[in-house]
């Protein structure tokens, strides 16, 4: 299925009911990794592309917010060249990536897992319904809390800001987003930096 590309991020999104997405990078195998680190308190969000099959070395990437979102590498900026990864957020909220960049001026760093938390779930861990609500079918994205997958935090579709929301979260003011991306060739879920502040529900299929 051909995916109409959302053109700004400012864009809203105007579909509420959709079939799971299937978004496809470019090229669809290269390693890489969306990680959360800590840095004086605060966390980021950093993309890790690596730079060997063992995942010894890496480049990173820090998300740049402009009309046309992109990661860029961090150590070719401070050298003065752009080496960008280009995103693309589709109508149903997915996201892909564009891996195919300039040669960097920088050198790999080393990658040290310990350093970094990933931000992405694998299909294992969640899935995609879809309920009626109010007599309309909506999307709906269970992200599972436990490995008995008796627990699970619902995330709904929001069309204003195109990605989904933790529903409980949001009742208490917390944007806990996500959203799909293709990782490892299969479909699968990138979450926001932050932590929930709402509590597991029982998962009733
Ligand atoms: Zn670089
Ligand atoms: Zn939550």
Known sequence: MKQTPVKRSSQKSTISDFDEPTPKNSPENVDFDIVRYFNDGKS?????????????QC?????????????????????????????????????TFDFDTDKHICEPIE??????????IDSSNFKFEKRPVKGKIHPLLIIFASDDKNMCYKF?????????????????????????IQYEEKTAIEVNRLEHICKPQKYIP
């Open 44 to 56: 980021h969000k950093k993309l890790l592309v690596f730079a060997s099959n063992e995942r010894k």
């Open 111 to 120: 990658y040290l897992p310990e350093n970094y938390q990933s931000l992405i």
């Open 156 to 180: 709904g579709f929001d069309t204003c800001h195109n990605m989904f929301f933790c529903y409980e979260c949001k009742k208490q003011y917390r944007n806990f987003t996500a959203r799909f």
């Open 59 to 95: 480049y990173e990437y820090v998300f740049v917010k402009t009309p046309l979102s992109y990661y860029g590498c961090n150590k070719c900026f401070a050298q003065k060249k752009v080496i960008k990864i280009k995103t693309e957020t589709h109508e149903d909220g997915s996201r």
